[in-house]
């Protein structure tokens, strides 16, 4: 049972290259379970390629990443998230012409007895994720339907269909209005009281004195 500010996960010594550029050069961080660390750094800085390592985008060239206190080598972003580490991406990882409930549940969606997606579910329950974030907007909506900043609403409410254990938010103010920032901003507080690790990848110094 993890108790407030235990280590849920820790990256140690984390190397990363790409043609050209070292990205990261021998980089650890801690994430603790109820708080919210904020990584900041101009572009380049190698922010997202930190926590990509740690979600399951792309593999680190050197170190360790340990969750739970187990050491952990994630081969894409589903065994991350299976094993509960969410990410909130900054370049939108959505399918405009799936509806908002087949995008939250893209690769999980609940099934019936049958073995067939049970659609009326799926719907349910991505209508009480868009309440939580106070979007109005209909679960069969098609997501091209959407204006760019509730597709981020969209994006967020994904991460939380996940229930997951380490929450990493990049730049995830950048495209939505004052109100769903506002939202937003309550449902990190939520997170943080549930003992949700979040890392939280920001240029807005403002965002930090308030969360």
């Not at 609940?110 to 991505?126: K, Q, S, T, Y």
């Amino acid at each position: 049972m993890t108790t407030h500010g235990d280590i849920v996960l820790q990256a140690q010594g984390i190397s990363k290259s790409f043609p050209g550029v070292k990205a990261l050069d021998d980089v650890s961080i801690i994430l603790r379970s109820g708080h919210l660390t904020a990584l900041l750094g101009e572009n380049g800085a190698g922010k997202s390629t930190l926590m990509n390592i740690i979600a399951g985008v792309f593999p680190a060239d050197a170190g360790e990443v340990r969750l739970g206190g187990k050491q952990v080598r994630f081969s894409n972003p589903r065994e991350a998230r299976e094993a509960g580490i969410a990410m909130i991406f900054q370049e939108l990882n959505l399918i405009p012409n799936l509806t908002v409930a087949a995008n939250i549940f893209l690769g999980r969606e609940p099934m019936n007895h049958l073995g067939f997606i049970d659609a009326a579910r799926m719907n349910r329950e991505a209508a009480k994720l868009l309440g939580e974030l106070d979007l109005d907007v209909e679960p069969t909506t098609p997501l091209g339907q959407l204006r760019v900043g509730q597709q981020q609403v969209v994006e967020i409410a994904k991460a939380l269909s996940t229930n997951a254990r380490v929450l990493i938010m990049d730049e995830p103010t950048s495209a939505i209005t004052e109100h769903e920032i506002e939202v937003l901003f309550g449902i990190v507080e939520k997170l943080k009281k549930q003992g949700v690790a979040i890392a939280y990848i920001t240029h807005k110094l403002e965002d930090l004195t308030r969360i």
